[in-house]
């Protein structure tokens, strides 16, 4: 089974840019959709994004379009999340998740990382 490690969080400012990477050891990387939620403290976890394991196809979350961007390298075990003119709202915990087929729930992923934060200041 894959196992999951993002990083590229951080602190920027509102209009700004973050690329998160997630990249998976193990086995089967490229066999995943994949996709990103985020929780930011008291709140549930939201959904950001997702990707087929192939790439090619995406779906967003209602505060991500237009703005995030969700890309992968299967070759290089690597899902990233391009985050583009970032809100103090955006300021949240960010999970890449691993599932059979892309989803909206996350309870349809079955392999999780352990998170990176993202704090966006005014």
């Known amino acids: 089974q894959v196992q999951l490690v993002e ?15 997630c990249e998976g050891s193990g086995r089967g990387f490229g066999n995943y959709a994949m996709a990103w939620f985020r929780q930011a403290p008291g709140k549930e976890r939201e959904f950001v994004g997702t990707i087929t394991w192939s790439g090619s196809s995406t779906d967003y979350g209602d505060s991500a379009k237009g703005r995030f961007t969700i890309s992968r390298d299967n070759a290089k075990n690597t899902l990233w999340l391009q985050m583009n003119s970032l809100k103090p709202e955006d300021t949240a915990v960010y999970y890449c998740a ?7 729930r996350e309870y349809d992923y079955i392999v999780w990382g352990q998170g990176t934060q993202v704090t966006v200041s005014s």
């Not at 990083?7 to 990477?21: F, N, P, T």
């Open 98 to 104: 691993a599932g059979r087929g892309i989803s909206y």
């Open 7 to 21: 990083s590229g969080g951080g602190l920027v400012q509102a209009g700004g840019s973050l690329r998160l990477s």
